[in-house]
Nanobody, 114 residues
Framework: QVQLVESGGGFVQSGGSLRLACAAS????????MRWYRQAPLKEREWVAI???????NYADSVKGRFTISRDNARDTVYLQMNSLKPEDTAVYYC????????WGQGTQVTVSS
């Protein structure tokens, strides 16, 4: 059974940090490109960061320099380190695996207070 389970969300003050994790199971994690998305209330889901199977990364302009995506293929887990958080980063954060198939996690809430 394929699963992507996000964790690490929570409530943090502006300027703080959080580290999200997305644990994968049921598929060959190392063969999949991994992405993080987020969806704020009343807004469309937007792409945040990507890491390829080879470790190449890229970021949305809104998070560049503040967020870092990484992966641990031994643990079948992708991470999103979020620093210098702002209230506009408040959203539900989702991970996505893309390769032979596409899989989504259930999301984890991040709330940043001003």
């Amino acid at each position: 059974q394929v699963q992507l389970v996000e964790s690490g969300g929570g409530f943090v003050q502006s300027g703080g940090s959080l580290r999200l994790a997305c644990a994968a199971s049921g598929f060959t994690f190392s063969s999949y490109t991994m992405r993080w998305y987020r969806q704020a209330p009343l807004k469309e889901r937007e792409w945040v960061a990507i890491i390829s199977t080879g470790g190449t990364t890229n970021y949305a302009d809104s998070v560049k320099g503040r967020f870092t995506i990484s992966r641990d293929n031994a643990r079948d887990t992708v991470y999103l380190q979020m620093n210098s958080l702002k209230p506009e980063d408040t959203a539900v954060y989702y991970c996505r695996a893309s390769g032979s198939y596409n899989y989504w996690g259930q999301g984890t809430q991040v709330t940043v207070s001003s």
